[in-house]
T-cell receptor, first 112, second 112 residues
């Protein structure tokens, strides 16, 4: 089955800095890569996703890149703000019926 | 966006008893999943709830312990049977349609 590794487990940045979270996956058949944000005590929410026919996708301050050859994908957050503080999960799965496998999560702390 | 509710939001149960969690969506969804999230941990898929047929369970999860129903496209239940303290966790439903996906607010279960 799919195995998703996520790094780092904790990331501490100053407000305004950029943050990068990286994930690798094992199953070359995976073609859908979502990212979720989970604030403390709340449910995970999808913030951005990318499919394997695209190398990069951007939505305002958030971008995701995908390298299918190397089987890794990354989340980039620019101009971080304190409200970006949360746990971020990457996931990988095969589109269509898509059953996602989640990474272990990254706790992002943005210091004002 | 879809509105997803779960009942109960939290419960404290005695070992050996069972708890049934309900997930209600305000619109029809193609797929519904049940996840477990232990404190500070990632999300682990328990099963895919299939409408009108038996759920599809992930490795390590069995129907006798986690019976699931999905009578229609907007509702599902997860029962956690013969509770032990190791079942203490947050249980979340996750719905997915063609272009959208959402997590329910979660049910926090504590087993004494």
């Amino acid at each position: 089955g799919e195995n998703v590794e996520q790094h780092p487990s904790t990331l501490s940045v100053q407000e305004g800095d950029s943050a990068v979270i990286k994930c690798t996956y094992s199953d070359s058949a995976s073609n859908y890569f979502p990212w979720y944000k989970q604030e403390l005590g709340k449910r995970p929410q999808l913030i951005i996703d990318i499919r394997s026919n695209v190398g990069e996708k951007k939505d305002q301050r958030i971008a995701v890149t995908l390298n299918k050859t190397a089987k890794h994908f990354s989340l980039h957050i620019t101009e971080t703000q304190p409200e970006d503080s949360a746990v971020y999960f990457c996931a990988a799965g095969v589109g269509g019926s898509y059953i996602p496998t989640f990474g272990r999560g990254t706790s992002l702390i943005v210091h004002p | 966006s879809a509105v997803i509710s779960q009942k109960p939001s939290r419960d404290i149960c005695q070992r050996g008893t069972s708890l049934t969690i309900q997930c209600q969506v305000d619109s029809q969804v193609t797929m519904m999943f049940w996840y477990r999230q232990q404190p500070g941990q990632s999300l682990t898929l328990i099963a895919t709830a299939n409408q009108g047929s038996e759920a599809t369970y992930e490795s390590g999860f069995v129907i006798d312990k986690f019976p699931i129903s999905r009578p229609n496209l907007t509702f599902s239940t997860l029962t956690v049977s013969n509770l032990s303290p190791e079942d203490s966790s947050i249980y979340l439903c996750h719905t997915r349609s063609t272009d959208t996906q959402y997590f329910g607010p979660g049910t926090r279960l504590t087993v004494l």
